[in-house]
Structure formats: structure tokens, C-alpha cells
């Protein structure tokens, strides 16, 4: 099994982490990179394989070198470092020198377990996605980790972000490498992104929770809103973890009155015509040379942002309105379908306590 070979600080309780920063499955492959949980902290760990003429080690000597931070925001600035540790470790097992340095350059005081929970927070802080996490994350993909992701999943995307807004238990299954699936669950919670203030902070908060495993169900079973990822398949028969499990591209869900979200419909496509017309219009201004400032990721951002904000305007408005009734014609403003997308509406008002009368009538059969 896998083991903690050397830390510091030496009394840290790094129960676990061992797994966590060496996917279930990493044996298959040369390298990789993983984000995960570890209480209230965050890690990244960079995973090499190099063979090696020893039986003692099976033909192979494997290992990870990571680190842990109360932020993820900026973890992406030491890849570079953990991965020539990573090498250097296999090479030269067992000196430890450069990594002392780099703890004593770096070491700060993380917050106390018994601490105030992350989990509380109230919803208003989501805008921090944009502002603070995001344009350091875009650094750590060469190729921009939204616009490959929105690349991967196309329209599927639409349905990704119905399910990331009701704030469900999202797990995404890949087998290794799982560095880009970790993008993919950043991508994931930032399609949920609210910039406008009193959402209300009852709400739960769209955790990234980036690599899980066997060892983290118990975890899991206590969380009502989580965005996640794993190597291990085992996870898809254990129903009551998950609300929606994403194998590769296709999007599932065993719940029966979340079953209507999978269906793409009028207003998703044309959500997702208009998304990519402004990439292309990006593409054109960038190609002409008249803006070099904006990028895919940003546009991709502040799209979803911006159809968020016009919902929950919309909603707030309605429901401080004296008749309180949202009809088909709002549906509409906010870029929904009355039809197609009447129970994601009945649930959005219910996950956030939004207090309106629907009166979007279901179509008549004759």
C-alpha cells in the first residue's frame, strides 16, 4: 500500500493522505497531477513512475510529492517545483534538502481543525471564484482548462450547469490521468457562479472537492452539495454518495424527478449557439488584432455568471412583486424554456427559498 515517507511539520495529521495524492490506478501511467481535500486544507500533489531493476520495488518505484494550503487559488504557482521534486526523489531517494527549504521559505499558520468551517460561509461569497481563483487556475492549463472542458462536454454542458446551480453531488469518473478531470470539477462549480449580493446563506456552498477515494466515503455521506472526481469505479454502484455520476461524456443521474435535466432543450441550445457565436467573434477580434486583453476562459466565465445573476434578479423580483407569480414570459426573459425547463425552476426555488407562484401551465394533450 501507499505510506507517507517524509513531512513536515512532523506532527501534522496527514491521515489518509497518502491516497490522496496517488490516484487509484497511477501504476498504469508515467505522471499526473492531483488536486484534492484534506479537512480544511487543499492539496496538490505531482505523481511520477520510473522503472527501476529492484524486486524489492516490483520493477517500478513510485511517488508523489505534495503540498497542502488552506487555498487552492494558489497552488498552481508550485506545479513546477513539486514536479522536478517529484524526479529528484526517484533519482535520489530519500534527500530531502530542497523540500526543507521550500517549507521553511513558505510555511504560514493553517487554520486550527477546531476552527471556523469553510462550510459555513454564506452563499455571497461565490463571486470569489471570478475575482480570486480563477485567473490563477487558467495558468495552470496551457490550453485553458474552461474551453477545453466546455470542448469535452458541448451541449452537455448545459445540463452540468442546471445540476451545479441546484447544488447537487456531482462525482466524475475517470480512470487515470486525473490531473485534467481535476479541472473539470473547478470547471464544474465555477458554472454556478452568483455575483449578486442577499442570494440568502441558507444555500449550500458548491464545494470543489477534487480527487476522492474508497478511504473518503464516510466524508462523503455527510455532504449535501459536493463537486468530485475519481479513478474508482466501484463509487457508481454506491447510489446514496451521489445525486449525478458523469462517466466520461455521458451525464446520469438515478434520481427520477431530476430525470427532465438530462434533456437538452430549445433554450439550451440556444444558450450554447450564443456561447460559442461570442468565441467566435473573440477568435475574429483576436485574429484582427483589435483585442488581445480578453480570453475564452473569461468569456466563458462571465457568461455563465451573467445568466445566473439574470435568473436570480428575475426570481428576486418576482417574489418581492405583490402577486408573486412567475409566468412563462419571465421564464423566457431568463433564458429558459417555460416548458422544458419547469422543474428546474420549481427546484431552484426550493434549494434557494425563493418564495413565487409558477403558473407556467404544462402544455394540453389532445
Same mark, same amino acid.
Not at 481535500?37 to 496538490?44: A, D, E, I, P, Y
Not at 488552506?70 to 535520489?92: G, K
Not at 454542458?157 to 490531473?179: D, E, N
Not at 425547463?341 to 394533450?365: A, H, T
Given at each position: +500500500?501507499?505510506?507517507?515517507?517524509? !513531512? ?7 491521515? +489518509? ?25 487543499? +492539496?496538490?500533489?505531482?505523481? @511520477?513512475?520510473?522503472? *527501476? ?6 520493477? =517500478? /518505484? ?19 517545483? $513539486?514536479?522536478?521534486? %517529484? /524526479? ?12 526543507? @527549504? ?40 496551457? @490550453?485553458? !482548462? ?47 457562479? %452568483? ?5 440568502? +446563506? ?25 463537486? =468530485? ?28 424527478? $431530476? ?60 417574489? @418581492? ?37 409558477? *403558473? ?7
Amino acid at each position: +500500500g501507499n505510506m507517507v515517507e517524509w !513531512c513536515l511539520p512532523q506532527d501534522i495529521d496527514l491521515e +489518509g493522505v497518502e491516497f490522496k495524492s496517488m490516484a487509484s490506478g497511477s501504476h498504469k501511467i508515467q505522471s499526473d497531477f492531483i488536486y484534492f481535500r484534506k479537512g480544511l486544507c487543499f +492539496g496538490l500533489a505531482c505523481f @511520477a513512475n520510473m522503472p *527501476v531493476e529492484s524486486e524489492l520495488e516490483r520493477g =517500478a /518505484r513510485m511517488k508523489s510529492v505534495g503540498i497542502l494550503s488552506p487555498s487552492y487559488t494558489l497552488l498552481y504557482r508550485y506545479m513546477h517545483f $513539486l514536479e522536478n521534486q %517529484v /524526479r529528484h526523489q526517484l533519482e535520489m531517494p530519500g534527500h530531502y534538502s530542497h523540500l526543507e @527549504a521550500f517549507y521553511d521559505d513558505k510555511k504560514g499558520v493553517l487554520p486550527d481543525s477546531k476552527g471556523t468551517s469553510s462550510s459555513q460561509q454564506p452563499v455571497h461569497w461565490l463571486p470569489s471564484i471570478h475575482r480570486y481563483m480563477y485567473p490563477e487556475m487558467k495558468i495552470t492549463h496551457p @490550453a485553458g !482548462c474552461m474551453s477545453q472542458f466546455i470542448k469535452f462536454f458541448g451541449e452537455q454542458i448545459l445540463v452540468l450547469w442546471k445540476f451545479a446551480l441546484l447544488r447537487k453531488r456531482i462525482l466524475i469518473f475517470s480512470p487515470p490521468p486525473v490531473g485534467v478531470v481535476c479541472y473539470r470539477v473547478y470547471c464544474c462549480c465555477c458554472l454556478a457562479n %452568483v455575483s449578486l449580493p442577499g442570494l440568502g +446563506g441558507t444555500v449550500p456552498e458548491s464545494k470543489p472537492f477534487f480527487y476522492v477515494n474508497v478511504a473518503d466515503i464516510e466524508m462523503l455521506e455527510t455532504e449535501v452539495s459536493y463537486v =468530485a472526481c475519481t479513478t474508482e469505479k466501484i463509487f457508481e454502484q454506491k447510489r446514496d454518495l451521489y445525486d449525478v455520476y458523469v462517466d466520461n461524456q455521458n451525464v446520469k443521474t438515478h434520481h427520477e424527478h $431530476l430525470q427532465p435535466l438530462l434533456k437538452i432543450n430549445n433554450a439550451d441550445k440556444e444558450k450554447y449557439r450564443r456561447l460559442n457565436d461570442q468565441r467566435q467573434m473573440l477568435m475574429y477580434s483576436q485574429e484582427v488584432g483589435e483585442d488581445c486583453s480578453s480570453c475564452e476562459e473569461d468569456l466563458f466565465i462571465l457568461f455563465f455568471m451573467e445568466q445566473n445573476n439574470r435568473i436570480f434578479q428575475t426570481l428576486m423580483e418576482v417574489s @418581492a412583486s405583490q402577486d408573486k407569480t412567475l409566468t412563462a414570459d419571465h421564464a423566457r426573459g431568463m433564458g429558459l424554456d417555460p416548458q422544458g425547463d419547469r422543474s428546474f425552476l420549481m427546484d431552484l426555488l426550493e434549494v434557494y427559498g425563493i418564495d413565487v407562484m409558477l *403558473v407556467i401551465d404544462n402544455p394540453c394533450c389532445t
